[in-house]
Protein backbone atom coordinates (compact mmCIF):
# COMPACT_ATOMS: atom_id res chain seq x y z
CA UNK A 1 0.00 0.00 0.00
CA UNK A 2 1.38 3.60 -1.01
CA UNK A 3 0.16 6.54 1.02
CA UNK A 4 1.10 9.85 -1.13
CA UNK A 5 0.87 13.20 0.65
CA UNK A 6 1.05 16.44 -1.22
CA UNK A 7 -0.63 15.87 -4.54
CA UNK A 8 -0.88 18.75 -6.96
CA UNK A 9 -4.32 19.66 -8.03
CA UNK A 10 -5.09 20.19 -11.45
CA UNK A 11 -8.67 21.14 -11.52
CA UNK A 12 -9.51 24.18 -10.13
CA UNK A 13 -12.06 26.38 -8.41
CA UNK A 14 -12.29 29.92 -7.19
CA UNK A 15 -11.51 28.58 -3.39
CA UNK A 16 -11.27 32.60 -2.62
CA UNK A 17 -15.09 32.67 -2.20
CA UNK A 18 -16.60 34.56 -1.56
CA UNK A 19 -18.85 31.77 0.87
CA UNK A 20 -21.67 33.71 2.18
CA UNK A 21 -24.56 32.27 4.24
CA UNK A 22 -28.11 32.25 2.20
CA UNK A 23 -31.00 34.38 4.06
CA UNK A 24 -33.92 35.21 3.27
CA UNK A 25 -33.34 34.91 0.05
CA UNK A 26 -29.77 37.00 -0.03
CA UNK A 27 -26.42 36.26 -0.15
CA UNK A 28 -25.07 37.47 2.82
CA UNK A 29 -21.45 37.97 4.88
CA UNK A 30 -20.81 38.09 8.59
CA UNK A 31 -18.17 40.33 10.38
CA UNK A 32 -16.31 36.57 11.75
CA UNK A 33 -15.20 34.18 9.37
CA UNK A 34 -13.51 30.71 10.02
CA UNK A 35 -10.61 28.56 8.17
CA UNK A 36 -11.49 26.08 6.03
CA UNK A 37 -8.59 23.47 5.70
CA UNK A 38 -7.90 20.67 2.76
CA UNK A 39 -7.47 17.55 4.56
CA UNK A 40 -4.70 16.20 2.08
CA UNK A 41 -2.55 18.99 2.06
CA UNK A 42 -2.87 20.95 5.48
CA UNK A 43 -3.80 24.73 3.05
CA UNK A 44 -6.25 26.45 3.73
CA UNK A 45 -8.81 26.52 1.01
CA UNK A 46 -11.16 29.27 1.73
CA UNK A 47 -12.86 31.85 4.52
CA UNK A 48 -16.32 30.71 5.94
CA UNK A 49 -18.58 33.31 7.19
CA UNK A 50 -19.21 32.68 11.11
CA UNK A 51 -23.36 33.54 11.61
CA UNK A 52 -23.52 35.89 14.23
CA UNK A 53 -26.67 35.21 16.67
CA UNK A 54 -28.48 37.77 14.98
CA UNK A 55 -28.14 36.21 11.46
CA UNK A 56 -29.41 32.79 12.68
CA UNK A 57 -32.35 34.94 14.46
CA UNK A 58 -32.91 36.40 10.73
CA UNK A 59 -32.56 33.02 8.89
CA UNK A 60 -35.31 31.27 11.28
CA UNK A 61 -37.20 34.48 11.03
CA UNK A 62 -37.13 34.16 7.43
CA UNK A 63 -38.04 30.59 7.14
CA UNK A 64 -41.03 31.67 9.77
CA UNK A 65 -42.26 33.96 7.27
CA UNK A 66 -41.97 32.33 4.37
CA UNK A 67 -43.60 29.11 5.68
CA UNK A 68 -47.14 29.42 5.31
CA UNK A 69 -47.23 30.54 1.97
CA UNK A 70 -44.77 27.77 0.28
CA UNK A 71 -47.14 25.11 2.49
CA UNK A 72 -50.25 27.17 0.77
CA UNK A 73 -48.71 25.52 -2.54
CA UNK A 74 -49.62 22.02 -3.38
CA UNK A 75 -47.59 19.28 -3.43
CA UNK A 76 -47.21 19.61 -7.24
CA UNK A 77 -45.90 22.77 -7.47
CA UNK A 78 -43.74 22.02 -4.54
CA UNK A 79 -42.50 18.90 -5.95
CA UNK A 80 -41.77 21.46 -9.34
CA UNK A 81 -39.84 23.84 -7.52
CA UNK A 82 -38.01 20.85 -5.87
CA UNK A 83 -36.88 18.99 -9.68
CA UNK A 84 -36.42 22.45 -10.93
CA UNK A 85 -33.23 22.70 -7.87
CA UNK A 86 -32.22 19.25 -8.65
CA UNK A 87 -31.60 20.49 -12.15
CA UNK A 88 -29.79 23.90 -10.74
CA UNK A 89 -27.68 21.65 -8.95
CA UNK A 90 -27.10 19.27 -11.85
CA UNK A 91 -25.49 22.57 -13.72
CA UNK A 92 -23.07 23.20 -10.95
CA UNK A 93 -22.32 19.42 -10.28
CA UNK A 94 -18.54 19.49 -11.37
CA UNK A 95 -17.68 22.31 -9.16
CA UNK A 96 -19.74 20.97 -6.35
CA UNK A 97 -17.72 17.32 -6.73
CA UNK A 98 -14.26 19.26 -6.94
CA UNK A 99 -15.23 21.75 -3.76
CA UNK A 100 -16.13 18.35 -2.06
CA UNK A 101 -12.90 16.89 -2.47
CA UNK A 102 -11.23 19.58 -1.52
CA UNK A 103 -12.81 20.65 1.69
CA UNK A 104 -13.62 16.97 2.72
CA UNK A 105 -10.69 14.63 1.45
CA UNK A 106 -12.75 11.78 -0.78
CA UNK A 107 -11.22 11.01 -3.83
CA UNK A 108 -12.68 13.08 -7.07
CA UNK A 109 -12.67 10.34 -9.74
CA UNK A 110 -14.96 7.83 -6.95
CA UNK A 111 -16.85 8.81 -4.17
CA UNK A 112 -16.69 12.60 -3.93
CA UNK A 113 -18.63 11.88 -7.66
CA UNK A 114 -20.55 9.57 -6.85
CA UNK A 115 -21.94 11.29 -3.38
CA UNK A 116 -22.61 14.30 -5.34
CA UNK A 117 -24.93 12.45 -8.54
CA UNK A 118 -26.96 10.33 -5.93
CA UNK A 119 -27.75 13.33 -4.10
CA UNK A 120 -28.89 15.23 -6.90
CA UNK A 121 -30.80 11.75 -8.63
CA UNK A 122 -32.11 12.32 -4.73
CA UNK A 123 -33.65 15.20 -5.19
CA UNK A 124 -34.98 14.62 -8.14
CA UNK A 125 -36.83 11.57 -6.50
CA UNK A 126 -37.82 12.93 -3.81
CA UNK A 127 -39.54 16.18 -5.71
CA UNK A 128 -41.84 12.82 -7.13
CA UNK A 129 -42.95 11.68 -3.77
CA UNK A 130 -46.31 12.72 -2.25
CA UNK A 131 -47.88 11.79 1.20
CA UNK A 132 -51.67 12.07 0.33
CA UNK A 133 -55.01 11.77 3.11
CA UNK A 134 -55.98 8.77 4.07
CA UNK A 135 -59.78 7.87 4.58
CA UNK A 136 -59.85 4.98 7.55
CA UNK A 137 -63.04 5.12 8.16
CA UNK A 138 -65.77 5.29 5.48
CA UNK A 139 -69.39 4.51 7.31
CA UNK A 140 -72.63 6.17 5.64
CA UNK A 141 -72.51 8.43 9.36
CA UNK A 142 -69.15 9.20 9.08
CA UNK A 143 -66.11 9.62 7.77
CA UNK A 144 -62.73 9.58 9.65
CA UNK A 145 -59.75 10.78 7.33
CA UNK A 146 -56.19 11.35 8.35
CA UNK A 147 -53.77 14.01 6.58
CA UNK A 148 -50.02 14.81 7.33
CA UNK A 149 -49.68 18.67 7.81
CA UNK A 150 -46.45 19.99 7.52
CA UNK A 151 -44.45 21.30 11.14
CA UNK A 152 -43.46 24.47 10.34
CA UNK A 153 -39.88 25.61 10.41
CA UNK A 154 -37.31 22.48 10.48
CA UNK A 155 -32.98 23.39 11.87
CA UNK A 156 -31.14 21.22 9.97
CA UNK A 157 -27.70 19.98 11.21
CA UNK A 158 -25.00 18.15 9.10
CA UNK A 159 -22.16 16.31 9.77
CA UNK A 160 -18.61 16.41 7.79
CA UNK A 161 -18.46 13.02 6.57
CA UNK A 162 -21.06 12.88 3.50
CA UNK A 163 -22.08 16.53 3.93
CA UNK A 164 -23.89 17.25 0.46
CA UNK A 165 -25.51 13.69 0.31
CA UNK A 166 -27.02 14.16 4.03
CA UNK A 167 -27.78 18.05 3.31
CA UNK A 168 -29.86 17.21 0.40
CA UNK A 169 -31.20 14.06 2.44
CA UNK A 170 -33.08 16.80 4.51
CA UNK A 171 -34.14 19.49 2.07
CA UNK A 172 -35.80 17.76 -0.19
CA UNK A 173 -37.99 15.58 2.09
CA UNK A 174 -38.67 18.77 4.07
CA UNK A 175 -39.80 21.24 1.58
CA UNK A 176 -41.57 18.45 -0.05
CA UNK A 177 -44.09 18.14 2.88
CA UNK A 178 -44.26 22.23 3.01
CA UNK A 179 -41.79 23.23 5.66
CA UNK A 180 -38.93 25.69 5.21
CA UNK A 181 -35.65 25.33 6.54
CA UNK A 182 -32.79 26.22 8.60
CA UNK A 183 -29.32 24.29 7.75
CA UNK A 184 -26.24 24.55 9.31
CA UNK A 185 -23.44 22.45 8.12
CA UNK A 186 -20.66 21.22 9.88
CA UNK A 187 -17.56 23.61 10.74
CA UNK A 188 -15.24 21.11 8.88
CA UNK A 189 -17.10 20.76 5.91
CA UNK A 190 -19.36 24.16 4.99
CA UNK A 191 -18.52 24.72 1.40
CA UNK A 192 -20.42 22.47 -0.30
CA UNK A 193 -23.42 23.51 2.07
CA UNK A 194 -23.04 27.02 1.20
CA UNK A 195 -22.91 26.58 -2.60
CA UNK A 196 -26.12 24.83 -2.61
CA UNK A 197 -27.50 27.25 -0.75
CA UNK A 198 -26.20 29.76 -2.76
CA UNK A 199 -27.92 27.78 -5.99
CA UNK A 200 -31.14 27.46 -3.94
CA UNK A 201 -31.48 31.17 -3.88
CA UNK A 202 -31.95 31.26 -7.52
CA UNK A 203 -34.67 28.71 -6.91
CA UNK A 204 -37.10 28.59 -4.32
CA UNK A 205 -39.12 32.10 -3.22
CA UNK A 206 -37.16 33.56 -0.21
CA UNK A 207 -36.85 32.49 3.28
CA UNK A 208 -38.00 28.68 2.27
CA UNK A 209 -33.89 27.29 2.50
CA UNK A 210 -31.57 28.96 4.75
CA UNK A 211 -27.92 28.21 5.15
CA UNK A 212 -26.21 29.60 7.72
CA UNK A 213 -22.68 28.67 8.40
CA UNK A 214 -21.23 28.54 12.00
CA UNK A 215 -19.53 25.90 14.52
CA UNK A 216 -21.04 23.74 17.08
CA UNK A 217 -22.92 27.00 18.97
CA UNK A 218 -25.07 28.03 16.20
CA UNK A 219 -26.18 24.48 16.25
CA UNK A 220 -27.50 25.09 19.86
CA UNK A 221 -28.84 28.32 18.43
CA UNK A 222 -31.19 26.21 16.47
CA UNK A 223 -31.87 23.34 19.07
CA UNK A 224 -32.91 26.20 21.55
CA UNK A 225 -35.30 28.15 19.67
CA UNK A 226 -39.24 28.31 20.15
CA UNK A 227 -39.55 29.03 16.20
CA UNK A 228 -37.93 26.20 14.96
CA UNK A 229 -40.88 23.28 14.86
CA UNK A 230 -38.10 19.83 14.23
CA UNK A 231 -34.45 19.54 14.47
CA UNK A 232 -33.71 16.92 11.79
CA UNK A 233 -30.10 16.43 13.05
CA UNK A 234 -27.38 14.16 11.78
CA UNK A 235 -23.73 13.42 13.43
CA UNK A 236 -22.49 11.99 16.91
CA UNK A 237 -24.13 10.02 19.59
CA UNK A 238 -22.65 12.75 22.22
CA UNK A 239 -24.06 15.49 20.55
CA UNK A 240 -27.63 13.93 19.83
CA UNK A 241 -28.15 13.73 23.60
CA UNK A 242 -27.47 17.34 23.71
CA UNK A 243 -29.55 17.64 20.61
CA UNK A 244 -32.26 16.32 22.49
CA UNK A 245 -31.97 17.65 25.70
CA UNK A 246 -32.00 21.46 24.15
CA UNK A 247 -35.46 20.43 21.67
CA UNK A 248 -37.42 19.71 24.94
CA UNK A 249 -37.45 23.32 25.65
CA UNK A 250 -40.59 23.64 23.09
CA UNK A 251 -41.10 19.58 23.12
CA UNK A 252 -39.48 20.08 19.09
CA UNK A 253 -39.98 16.92 16.83
CA UNK A 254 -36.51 15.34 16.18
CA UNK A 255 -34.91 13.22 14.25
CA UNK A 256 -31.30 11.88 14.84
CA UNK A 257 -29.35 9.91 12.52
CA UNK A 258 -26.11 9.06 15.04
CA UNK A 259 -22.98 6.71 14.94
CA UNK A 260 -22.72 3.39 14.74
CA UNK A 261 -20.09 0.14 15.30
CA UNK A 262 -21.85 -2.42 12.38
CA UNK A 263 -21.32 -5.45 12.64
CA UNK A 264 -20.90 -8.10 9.64
CA UNK A 265 -21.22 -12.05 10.39
CA UNK A 266 -19.53 -14.51 7.76
CA UNK A 267 -21.09 -17.86 8.41
CA UNK A 268 -19.56 -20.80 7.55
CA UNK A 269 -19.21 -22.54 4.42
CA UNK A 270 -19.25 -18.84 2.53
CA UNK A 271 -17.95 -18.36 -0.76
CA UNK A 272 -15.77 -15.24 0.41
CA UNK A 273 -13.74 -14.47 -2.31
CA UNK A 274 -15.81 -12.99 -4.73
CA UNK A 275 -17.22 -10.63 -1.43
CA UNK A 276 -13.58 -9.74 0.07
CA UNK A 277 -14.01 -6.29 -3.00
CA UNK A 278 -17.54 -5.71 -1.39
CA UNK A 279 -16.59 -6.36 2.56
CA UNK A 280 -13.34 -4.04 1.79
CA UNK A 281 -15.27 -0.88 0.27
CA UNK A 282 -17.96 -1.63 3.17
CA UNK A 283 -14.87 -0.95 5.86
CA UNK A 284 -13.01 0.98 4.21
CA UNK A 285 -15.40 3.52 1.83
CA UNK A 286 -14.63 7.32 2.61
CA UNK A 287 -11.62 6.22 4.35
CA UNK A 288 -13.93 4.35 6.97
CA UNK A 289 -15.66 7.75 8.26
CA UNK A 290 -19.01 6.43 7.36
CA UNK A 291 -21.62 5.65 10.64
CA UNK A 292 -22.96 2.56 8.29
CA UNK A 293 -19.28 1.37 7.97
CA UNK A 294 -18.38 -2.23 8.28
CA UNK A 295 -16.80 -1.74 11.86
CA UNK A 296 -16.59 -5.80 13.25
CA UNK A 297 -15.72 -8.06 10.72
CA UNK A 298 -16.70 -11.46 12.66
CA UNK A 299 -15.60 -14.58 10.52
CA UNK A 300 -16.51 -18.17 11.57
CA UNK A 301 -13.32 -20.15 12.44
CA UNK A 302 -13.73 -22.41 9.51
CA UNK A 303 -12.79 -19.67 7.30
CA UNK A 304 -10.77 -17.39 9.38
CA UNK A 305 -7.11 -17.96 8.15
CA UNK A 306 -7.74 -17.97 4.69
CA UNK A 307 -9.96 -15.48 4.72
CA UNK A 308 -7.78 -13.15 6.75
CA UNK A 309 -4.85 -14.00 4.36
CA UNK A 310 -7.05 -13.08 1.18
CA UNK A 311 -8.55 -9.94 2.55
CA UNK A 312 -5.01 -8.50 3.71
CA UNK A 313 -3.43 -9.08 0.36
CA UNK A 314 -6.51 -7.34 -1.14
CA UNK A 315 -6.11 -4.49 1.39
CA UNK A 316 -3.07 -3.75 0.56
CA UNK A 317 -3.32 -3.28 -3.39
CA UNK A 318 -5.37 0.19 -2.39
CA UNK A 319 -3.44 3.62 -2.48
CA UNK A 320 -4.38 6.22 0.41
CA UNK A 321 -3.57 9.40 -1.31
CA UNK A 322 -4.63 13.19 -2.41
CA UNK A 323 -8.59 12.72 -3.56
CA UNK A 324 -8.01 14.79 -6.72
CA UNK A 325 -5.26 11.95 -7.72
CA UNK A 326 -7.02 9.97 -10.02
CA UNK A 327 -4.89 6.53 -9.03
CA UNK A 328 -6.36 7.17 -5.02
CA UNK A 329 -8.50 5.03 -3.52
CA UNK A 330 -9.17 6.03 0.06
CA UNK A 331 -8.80 9.91 0.95
CA UNK A 332 -7.23 11.68 3.79
CA UNK A 333 -9.16 11.79 6.96
CA UNK A 334 -11.14 14.92 7.03
CA UNK A 335 -10.33 16.70 10.13
CA UNK A 336 -6.87 16.82 12.89
CA UNK A 337 -9.71 16.25 15.53
CA UNK A 338 -10.27 13.02 14.13
CA UNK A 339 -6.75 11.94 13.09
CA UNK A 340 -5.88 13.25 16.13
CA UNK A 341 -9.04 10.22 17.60
CA UNK A 342 -7.27 7.87 15.35
CA UNK A 343 -3.85 8.61 16.48
CA UNK A 344 -5.04 7.90 19.94
CA UNK A 345 -6.57 4.78 18.65
CA UNK A 346 -3.73 3.61 16.82
CA UNK A 347 -1.66 4.20 19.73
CA UNK A 348 -3.62 1.70 21.79
CA UNK A 349 -3.41 -1.04 19.37
CA UNK A 350 0.36 -0.84 19.53
CA UNK A 351 0.40 -0.31 23.78
CA UNK A 352 -2.19 -3.21 23.81
CA UNK A 353 0.14 -5.41 21.67
CA UNK A 354 -2.73 -6.39 19.34
CA UNK A 355 -1.58 -8.18 15.69
CA UNK A 356 -1.81 -6.25 13.31
CA UNK A 357 -1.24 -7.89 10.36
CA UNK A 358 -1.44 -4.40 7.40
CA UNK A 359 -0.66 -0.89 8.64
CA UNK A 360 -0.28 0.39 12.26
CA UNK A 361 1.88 3.39 11.86
CA UNK A 362 0.33 6.71 11.26
CA UNK A 363 3.12 8.75 9.07
CA UNK A 364 3.91 12.44 9.98
CA UNK A 365 1.75 15.45 7.91
CA UNK A 366 0.91 17.36 5.47
CA UNK A 367 -2.22 15.80 5.47
CA UNK A 368 -4.48 13.61 7.43
CA UNK A 369 -3.05 10.43 6.11
CA UNK A 370 -4.34 7.02 7.90
CA UNK A 371 -2.95 3.86 6.51
CA UNK A 372 -5.67 1.01 6.04
CA UNK A 373 -4.83 -1.04 9.21
CA UNK A 374 -6.29 -4.41 9.90
CA UNK A 375 -6.40 -5.78 13.69
CA UNK A 376 -6.48 -9.85 13.41
CA UNK A 377 -8.40 -11.28 16.23
CA UNK A 378 -8.25 -8.05 18.82
CA UNK A 379 -10.31 -9.06 22.15
CA UNK A 380 -13.63 -8.66 22.72
CA UNK A 381 -13.19 -5.34 24.87
CA UNK A 382 -10.20 -3.82 23.12
CA UNK A 383 -11.03 0.19 22.04
CA UNK A 384 -11.13 -0.84 18.43
CA UNK A 385 -13.71 -3.22 19.01
CA UNK A 386 -16.16 -1.70 21.12
CA UNK A 387 -15.23 1.78 19.73
CA UNK A 388 -16.86 3.45 16.49
CA UNK A 389 -13.18 4.12 14.86
CA UNK A 390 -14.54 6.34 12.14
CA UNK A 391 -11.47 5.57 10.49
CA UNK A 392 -9.41 3.05 7.99
CA UNK A 393 -9.20 0.78 10.35
CA UNK A 394 -11.10 -2.62 10.84
CA UNK A 395 -10.53 -5.49 13.74
CA UNK A 396 -11.58 -9.02 12.06
CA UNK A 397 -12.61 -11.40 14.92
CA UNK A 398 -12.41 -15.31 14.73
CA UNK A 399 -15.86 -16.82 16.14
CA UNK A 400 -16.91 -20.22 16.52
CA UNK A 401 -20.33 -20.67 18.21
CA UNK A 402 -23.09 -18.61 16.77
CA UNK A 403 -25.27 -17.83 20.06
CA UNK A 404 -21.36 -15.85 21.26
CA UNK A 405 -21.34 -14.06 18.09
CA UNK A 406 -24.89 -12.57 18.20
CA UNK A 407 -24.33 -11.62 21.37
CA UNK A 408 -20.97 -10.10 21.12
CA UNK A 409 -22.50 -8.53 17.67
CA UNK A 410 -25.22 -6.70 19.54
CA UNK A 411 -23.35 -5.97 22.98
CA UNK A 412 -23.15 -2.40 21.99
CA UNK A 413 -24.75 0.52 22.75
CA UNK A 414 -25.37 0.84 18.89
CA UNK A 415 -27.89 -0.38 16.95
CA UNK A 416 -27.27 1.37 13.13
CA UNK A 417 -26.93 -1.62 10.77
CA UNK A 418 -25.23 -5.05 10.65
CA UNK A 419 -25.05 -7.56 7.94
CA UNK A 420 -25.30 -11.53 7.26
CA UNK A 421 -23.31 -13.12 5.01
CA UNK A 422 -23.77 -17.39 4.41
CA UNK A 423 -24.69 -19.92 1.91
CA UNK A 424 -28.20 -20.58 3.09
CA UNK A 425 -30.87 -17.99 2.79
CA UNK A 426 -32.47 -19.40 5.91
CA UNK A 427 -30.21 -19.56 8.40
CA UNK A 428 -28.49 -16.26 7.21
CA UNK A 429 -32.14 -14.78 7.85
CA UNK A 430 -31.99 -16.63 10.81
CA UNK A 431 -29.23 -14.93 12.21
CA UNK A 432 -30.92 -11.21 10.69
CA UNK A 433 -33.85 -11.75 12.85
CA UNK A 434 -31.37 -11.65 16.47
CA UNK A 435 -29.45 -8.73 15.31
CA UNK A 436 -30.18 -5.32 16.91
CA UNK A 437 -30.21 -2.66 14.18
CA UNK A 438 -32.12 -0.65 12.25
CA UNK A 439 -31.16 -1.82 8.90
CA UNK A 440 -29.92 -5.60 8.73
CA UNK A 441 -28.50 -6.68 5.12
CA UNK A 442 -28.21 -10.60 4.39
CA UNK A 443 -25.62 -11.17 1.58
CA UNK A 444 -25.30 -7.41 -0.02
CA UNK A 445 -24.94 -4.27 1.81
CA UNK A 446 -24.94 -1.02 1.39
CA UNK A 447 -28.25 -0.94 -0.29
CA UNK A 448 -30.24 2.33 0.16
CA UNK A 449 -33.73 3.45 -1.64
CA UNK A 450 -35.55 6.99 -1.98
CA UNK A 451 -38.60 4.29 -0.76
CA UNK A 452 -36.45 2.61 2.35
CA UNK A 453 -36.75 3.97 5.49
CA UNK A 454 -33.51 4.19 7.20
CA UNK A 455 -32.70 4.82 10.73
CA UNK A 456 -30.96 3.54 13.99
CA UNK A 457 -31.92 1.68 17.16
CA UNK A 458 -30.71 2.19 20.45
CA UNK A 459 -28.09 5.11 20.58
CA UNK A 460 -27.60 5.09 16.93
CA UNK A 461 -30.89 7.51 16.80
CA UNK A 462 -34.16 8.47 16.86
CA UNK A 463 -36.76 7.99 13.77
CA UNK A 464 -35.81 7.60 10.09
CA UNK A 465 -34.81 9.50 6.78
CA UNK A 466 -36.62 8.09 3.73
CA UNK A 467 -39.65 6.56 2.40
CA UNK A 468 -42.92 7.33 3.31
CA UNK A 469 -41.81 6.75 7.38
CA UNK A 470 -39.20 9.74 6.54
CA UNK A 471 -41.26 11.95 4.49
CA UNK A 472 -43.63 11.29 7.68
CA UNK A 473 -41.11 12.53 9.92
CA UNK A 474 -41.72 16.40 8.68
CA UNK A 475 -45.70 16.39 9.21
CA UNK A 476 -48.08 16.34 11.95
CA UNK A 477 -50.73 13.72 11.38
CA UNK A 478 -54.18 15.20 11.99
CA UNK A 479 -56.83 12.99 12.23
CA UNK A 480 -60.42 15.11 10.73
CA UNK A 481 -63.82 13.15 11.63
CA UNK A 482 -67.01 14.23 9.66
CA UNK A 483 -70.50 13.28 10.76
CA UNK A 484 -72.40 13.19 7.30
P1 LIG B 1 -20.80 15.95 15.54
O1 LIG B 1 -21.88 15.43 16.40
O2 LIG B 1 -19.54 16.38 16.17
O3 LIG B 1 -21.29 17.22 14.69
C1 LIG B 1 -22.44 17.14 13.85
C2 LIG B 1 -23.04 18.53 13.71
O4 LIG B 1 -23.55 18.93 14.98
C3 LIG B 1 -22.06 19.61 13.29
O5 LIG B 1 -22.71 20.46 12.36
C4 LIG B 1 -21.78 20.34 14.59
O6 LIG B 1 -21.38 21.68 14.41
C5 LIG B 1 -23.12 20.26 15.26
N1 LIG B 1 -23.12 20.41 16.73
C6 LIG B 1 -22.11 20.14 17.59
N2 LIG B 1 -22.49 20.40 18.87
C7 LIG B 1 -23.78 20.82 18.80
C8 LIG B 1 -24.74 21.19 19.78
N3 LIG B 1 -24.46 21.20 21.08
N4 LIG B 1 -25.97 21.54 19.37
C9 LIG B 1 -26.29 21.51 18.05
N5 LIG B 1 -25.42 21.17 17.08
C10 LIG B 1 -24.17 20.82 17.44
O7 LIG B 1 -20.57 14.81 14.46
P2 LIG B 1 -19.47 14.74 13.31
O8 LIG B 1 -18.17 14.48 13.99
O9 LIG B 1 -19.62 15.92 12.42
O10 LIG B 1 -19.94 13.46 12.49
C11 LIG B 1 -19.50 12.17 12.77
C12 LIG B 1 -20.57 11.35 13.47
O11 LIG B 1 -21.76 11.38 12.68
C13 LIG B 1 -20.22 9.88 13.61
O12 LIG B 1 -20.55 9.41 14.90
C14 LIG B 1 -21.10 9.19 12.58
O13 LIG B 1 -21.36 7.85 12.84
C15 LIG B 1 -22.30 10.06 12.60
N6 LIG B 1 -23.06 9.93 11.36
C16 LIG B 1 -24.27 9.29 11.39
C17 LIG B 1 -24.99 9.10 10.22
C18 LIG B 1 -26.32 8.41 10.22
O14 LIG B 1 -27.05 8.52 9.25
N7 LIG B 1 -26.67 7.68 11.27
C19 LIG B 1 -24.49 9.59 9.01
C20 LIG B 1 -23.25 10.23 9.00
C21 LIG B 1 -22.56 10.41 10.20
Not at 375 to 385: G, L, Q, T, W
Not at 400 to 423: I, K
Amino acid sequence: MNVQTGFAQDVRVDFTGPYRHAINGALVDSAGSFEVFNPATDEVVAHAPNASRDQVEQAIAAAKAAQPGWAALSQDERGAYIAAYADALDAHKQELITLLTTEQGKPRHSMATTEVEYAIFWVREVAKRRLEDEVIEDTPEHTVKVAHTPLGVVGAITPWNFPVLLGLWKIAPCLVTGNTMVMKPSPYTPLCTLRFGEIAQQVFPAGVLNVVAGGNEQGAWLTEHPDIAKISFTGSTATGRKVMASSSCNLKRITLELGGNDPAILLPGTDYKPLIPTLFDAAYGNSGQWCIAVKRLYVHESLYDDFLRDFVAHAAEKTVGNGMDPNTDLGPIQNKMQYGKLKDLFADVKAQGLSVPLGGEIPDGPGNFVPITIVDNPPKDSRVVREEPFGPILPIIKWSDLDEVVRDANDTEFGLAASVWGPDRDTAIGVANRLEAGTVWVNEIHIHGIDIPFGGHKQSGMGVENGQEGLKEFTNTKTYMFRK
